[in-house]
Every structure is written in C-alpha cells, then in structure tokens.
C-alpha cells in the first residue's frame, strides 16, 4: 500500500526557513519522480517542484525559484524541501505526491498518490 507522510509544517516569520519531509513507503521509491505541491485557501492547487526519479533533475516553479530546494534520499525512501526566506504569499498546506514514471511533471493529474499534507504558515 503506497503511503506518503508529510512532516516539517510549521508557523514562522517571513524570511525564515523551513524543511519538508515526505517519507515513502509501499512502492519503489527510487523509480518514481516525485513531486511537491501546495494549495492555500480558495485558490487552486499550485505546482512547487519536482525531482526525477534518480538522476537529481528538478524543476520547480518560477514563484520558488531561487529560494525553495527539492531533493531526494533514495537510500532513505525520502523527498525533501527546503524552503528559504519564505514570504506571506508561501502560506498553504504542501502536500508531497508520487508519479509511477521517472520523469517528473508539473500536471497534478499525472501524480497517482498523494500525501495528506503538512501546514506551512507564515506571518508578516
């Protein structure tokens, strides 16, 4: 049974960090892109970044770029997410999903599992 369990949510200041987790289990984690997605209230689910299967190639979107990381532990069956000088506009709930090819994608509709989500909050 494929399980996705996002941990590292929290409240903090603008400008702050915070790192991600998502923990895999089920399936073989190091054949699947994965992929980070967030969704804040009355706004549609947003695209964050991705991360091949096995080769490190990640993609994310413009809005993370530069100061949001996504990587992968294999060995550990674990997705990552770091996310710097985070701002207000960041505030949702991050969920992790998995997509049973290597190659990552932007679409939701491509991802066949999904985590329940963790609450990143972040204050002015």
């Known amino acids: 049974q494929v399980q996705l369990v996002e941990s590292g949510g929290g409240l903090v200041q603008a400008g702050e960090s915070l790192r991600l987790s998502c923990a895999a289990s089920?399936?073989?984690?190091?054949?699947?892109?994965m992929g980070w997605f967030r969704q804040a209230p009355g706004k549609e689910r947003e695209f964050v970044a991705a991360i091949n299967s096995n080769t490190g190639y990640t993609n994310s979107a413009g809005s993370v770029k530069g100061r949001f990381t996504i990587s992968r532990d294999n060995a550990k069956n674990t997705m990552y997410l770091q996310m710097n000088s985070l701002k207000p506009e960041d505030t949702a709930v991050y969920c992790c999903?998995?997509?049973?090819?290597?190659?990552?994608?932007?679409?939701?509709?491509?991802?066949?599992?999904w985590g329940q989500g963790t609450q990143v909050t972040v204050s002015s």
């Open positions: 999903a998995a997509r049973g090819t290597t190659i990552p994608t932007q679409d939701p509709r491509a991802y066949d599992s």
């Open positions: 089920g399936f073989t984690f190091r054949s699947y892109a």
